[in-house]
């Protein structure tokens, strides 16, 4: 048990949570004890070193640590385990930047002096990312925070290269990759985003050789490749061309080059000429040549689908480079298997076609990077001596060895081509996913195969991220973790959505919309923050994040502090005593019940109905349920209607009432706490800091307390008693205790009763076990309906209503007058509520209203109404109008039309029953 130091008296709450002042003390509070109880384990998806914190880090820290806490509550061991990524293109980016701006570049440093630069950076700016995450409140296990480049993880990088080498599946090859030129290196096929951009189509005559002056026209968007033309490629179909398959034809500009003419089904017809050149190199100079030579035939605006890099932006090249690269089918078929046979769940499942997709297309994985920040490839060439290696251009032989380390690679070396060879490193480094995608089991030890952390929490058990990196990260993981373990990484996928500005955009600086999580956090509070992404999720859905449902997720915190402040001010009366009793209260077993008011067997009834709503919910991983579960019950029902009927017996002359509801009111915002703590981990913390301990009991922490449960202890009878059932859904039940209350407060508000003012009622009941059940409650009828007591009286119905005519009321089906009440003052009429089948509210009345006040308002609010129509037909009534108008104005005119002469039509009968009651 998690303690916070001993018993203190209860300290007088502030006015309202000072979440920028506690929020960090409390997170601190948490990080200095043992809160991890070393099966729920999870890595957490690691943010690059460079990054700062975004909205979907943001989005994943909250759902993480939701998991994190509800498990631990669950009393189950549970490992998160954070890290972060060295991010080799962005860090090297953000490095010589700072390098350049100092007048310095990286290859001016060289190599070593550059790799210290940046790892200098890193100790100064590294851990900034994950400060925010704990400001976030990001509960994981610092004490085993892993970086992608730690010694453990970069000795993983090497076994894993050296036994993909061995089985054949890394092999170095001539291919063509995606160049990036600002950043001088390959990229993925997953790193490359496309855009439409304006550009140009230039068409080109290509001479066919001795063809007595005829030519082959080409359609190119890169005229200044045309000198690395290797080939023209026509479809075998084409008509216009097939005569020329198997000839040459000369490049223009080349001085007479020739090159073939070849067919191939790739070659799509309707686009340009239906001529494709072959470019595997590229000059930027071509164009100009070309339009000296007079062989540009003509060119036409055209828009391009352009490949940009991810990172810088810039147009990504095709080009052939020899680099390293991985067999992806060997890898990819256990990975489709595993979701096949569930092993594997992705949710939300149609994810799991796009994964299949990807995976029975996938192609070989170029994983070599032109960088110096990085794994740098464990390959090593190998020279005859040390001579033949410096005179190396690019430090590269056709003769190599990949080992774990130079000493292993010079004793193969020597091995294979005898004592007096020289050894020069691969000067790459490996693509940042390969070491990302062994990160489930890199850092629990691997390839220590008796390390403890990788037997005792591998397989990890949710991978929890966004969708968005379901190729780049998610199927390389579970491809890396069955080669190298034999096992899948986890058993759950759960894939969030993107979160979006307000109108559904995708955030970004260039729109202005981006959304700092930092800036929120300040402004409103990280529970608030928290509360707004957990319930505005659903898996794979995207988020429209707006400010308004922020201020929503505050207020939810506002009045969580003021519930703790009534109940801290409701003890406090009582003195220590009391407080100790009720906080030694518990009411989890169905016997515990039995004494209870209605008002107390309803709201523990329901309490226990959401605590096991609310841990279906965890258990489903549905995080927007679980917040709405909660924001329902304790909102609506807690804050609005017990805490408001508990004061009629806390500050009644029954003490045994009194005490019996301030246990009930402790056991219950002691679990709404727990029920809340995984969401909203600091006002709840904080609020369960102030609530009473039985005697003898030491404080512990919320973050280390038991989840919530009970041993069946829900009173359907009293649900049903007390709660509203609406009667035009279900006319058969019996509305009770909220829906007579409901029924009074649309009464009042539909004719405008004085706030204060209390009022006489009489409540009719046809069934004696609910009249009886609605007496013993009478106390709060009056207090929440604001009636007056010594003019209220609860009785059985012995004769059916008699109505003169019938008046709608928000929310009540049925609200008629009958035959004055024999007490009510002469010329007074009677409001008969029918609030459920057997089950009325006579309201007489004088005392609720000033008729010629009400009539005065009706008739000013028709007289409005009244002009707006004479406008609405004066529209109308234009001919010009009507014909010329959009059919949608027309419409929209009509309805505007029906909807006024039916309010002006309800405000005459209103004023009419006015004057029938006044009568």
């Given amino acids: 048990m998690l303690h916070a130091g001993p018993s203190a008296p209860l300290a007088d709450l502030p006015k309202t949570f000072d979440f920028v002042g506690e929020e960090q003390e409390i997170y601190d509070r948490h990080a200095s004890t043992s809160i991890i109880v070393h099966m729920l384990s999870c890595s957490m998806p690691p943010p690059n070193v460079t990054g700062r914190l975004h909205m979907g880090h943001a989005m994943f820290v909250t759902l993480q640590d939701i998991m994190a806490r509800f498990n631990r509550m669950r009393g189950r061991p549970t490992l998160w385990l954070p890290g972060t990524d060295h991010a080799g293109i962005a860090t090297q980016m953000v490095v010589e930047k700072m390098l350049a701006a100092e007048g310095q570049s990286r290859l001016g440093l060289g190599r070593a002096a550059f790799e210290e630069r940046v790892w200098a950076w890193k100790r100064e700016y590294g851990d900034f990312i994950t400060g925010q995450m704990r400001r976030l409140g990001a509960s994981c296990d610092w004490s085993r925070e892993r970086f992608t480049l730690d010694s453990q993880l970069s000795a993983a990088v090497r076994e894993a290269f050296v036994r993909l080498h061995e089985k054949g599946l890394v092999y170095r090859g001539s291919y063509m990759v995606n160049w990036s030129p600002n950043l001088q290196t390959a990229v993925s096929d997953l790193e490359v985003d496309y855009t439409e951009d304006p550009g140009t189509l230039y068409f080109f005559r290509y001479p066919v050789a001795g063809g007595g002056g005829e030519h082959l026209p080409v359609a190119t968007t890169r005229p200044e490749t045309i000198l690395g033309d290797t080939a023209v490629a026509v479809h075998p179909e084409d008509e216009r061309y097939k005569h020329l398959v198997g000839r040459e034809c000369e490049v223009p500009m080349s001085g007479g080059r020739r090159i073939p003419i070849i067919a191939d089904t790739y070659v799509d017809r309707e686009f340009g000429t239906g001529a494709l050149k072959i470019t595997p190199g590229h000059d930027p100079n071509d164009y100009e040549i070309g339009k000296e030579a007079g062989l540009v035939i003509k060119q036409e605006p055209y828009t391009m689908r352009v490949p940009r890099s991810q990172r810088g932006g810039e147009v990504v090249e095709p080009l052939v480079r020899e680099q390293w690269f991985v067999r992806m089918q060997p890898l990819a078929e256990p990975a489709l298997e595993a979701v096949a046979n569930g092993t594997i769940r992705i949710l939300p499942e149609r994810f799991q076609k796009t994964y299949n997709m990807w995976l029975e297309n996938i192609r070989d994985w170029c994983i070599s990077r032109q960088l110096w920040w990085g794994h740098r490839i464990p390959v090593w060439y190998v020279f005859p001596d040390e001579a033949s290696a410096e005179a190396s251009l690019d430090g590269r032989s056709g003769d190599f060895v990949v080992a774990r380390s130079d000493d292993e690679a010079l004793v193969q070396a020597r091995q294979q081509h005898g004592e007096g060879v020289a050894l020069r490193q691969e000067t790459d480094v490996l693509d940042t996913w390969f070491s990302s995608g062994l990160w489930p089991f890199s850092t629990l030890g691997w390839p220590d195969e008796a390390a403890p952390d990788l037997a005792r929490f591998y397989p990890t058990t949710v991978m929890e991220t966004g969708h968005d990196i379901l190729f780049f990260w998610v199927a390389r993981m579970i491809m890396m973790g069955i080669e190298f373990t034999g096992r899948a990484p986890f058993s759950t996928v759960f894939l969030h959505g993107l979160v979006r500005d307000g109108q559904g955009r995708k955030m970004s600086k260039s729109l202005g919309n981006v959304v700092d999580p930092v800036e929120v956090i300040g402004e409103y509070g990280t529970d608030a923050l928290r509360f707004t992404l957990a319930t505005g999720t659903t898996a794979g859905q995207d988020l429209n994040l707006s400010m308004d449902r922020v201020v929503g997720s505050r207020n939810l915190t506002n009045k969580l502090w003021n519930a703790g402040k009534f109940l801290q001010m409701a003890l406090g009366q009582a003195g220590p005593a009391y407080a100790e009793a009720a906080a030694a209260a518990d009411f989890s077993r169905p016997e515990s019940l039995a004494e209870l008011s209605l ?132 006319p058969h039940k019996s509305l009770a205790l909220q829906a007579t209350v409901g029924a009074i407060r649309n009464a009042r508000a539909e004719y405008n009763v004085e706030l204060g003012r209390r009022i006489a009622a009489r409540v009719t009941v046809a069934s004696a076990d609910l009249r009886a059940a609605l007496d013993a409650e009478l106390d709060v009828l009056c207090s929440l309906a604001k009636l007056d007591r010594a003019q209220a009286c609860l009785r059985p119905r012995t004769f059916p209503p008699a109505p003169h005519f019938q008046i709608q009321i928000i929310s009540c089906p049925h609200v008629m007058v009958s035959e004055p009440l024999a007490e009510a003052p002469s010329g007074s009429g009677t409001i008969v509520l029918v609030v459920g089948e057997g089950l009325e509210v006579l309201l007489p009345m004088a005392g609720l209203f000033d008729v010629t006040k009400e009539v005065a308002r009706l008739n000013k609010q028709r007289e409005k109404l009244e002009k707006d129509l004479a406008g609405v037909a004066g529209r109308m009534a234009n001919r010009k109008f009507m014909d010329n108008a959009p059919p949608a104005v027309v419409a929209d005119t009509l309805r505007q039309k029906e909807e006024a002469e039916q309010k002006v039509a309800a405000i005459l009968e209103k004023v009419q029953q006015m004057s029938q009651l006044a009568a």
Avoid at 643 to 663: F, N, V
Avoid at 682 to 690: A, C, D, S
């Fill in 599 to 730: 008002s107390e067997r309803w709201i523990l009834s329901s309490l226990h109905q959401v605590v096991d709503r609310v841990t279906a919910a965890h258990e489903r991983l549905e995080f927007g349920e679980t917040g709405r579960a909660f924001y329902d019950f304790f909102w609506s029902q807690y804050a609005d209607w017990y805490i408001e009927s508990a004061k009629t017996r806390l500050y009644g002359a029954d003490a045994d009432a009194a005490a019996s509801t301030r246990a009930v009111l402790v056991y219950t915002f002691r679990t709404l706490l727990a029920l809340a703590h995984p969401i909203m981990p600091f006002v709840t913390e904080r609020l369960w800091q102030t609530l009473p301990l039985a005697q003898g009991a030491e404080r512990q922490q919320l973050i280390g307390a038991p989840w919530p449960s009970h041993a069946g202890a829900i009173d359907e009878t009293a649900i049903t008693q007390y709660q509203a059932r609406l009667a035009w859904l279900d």
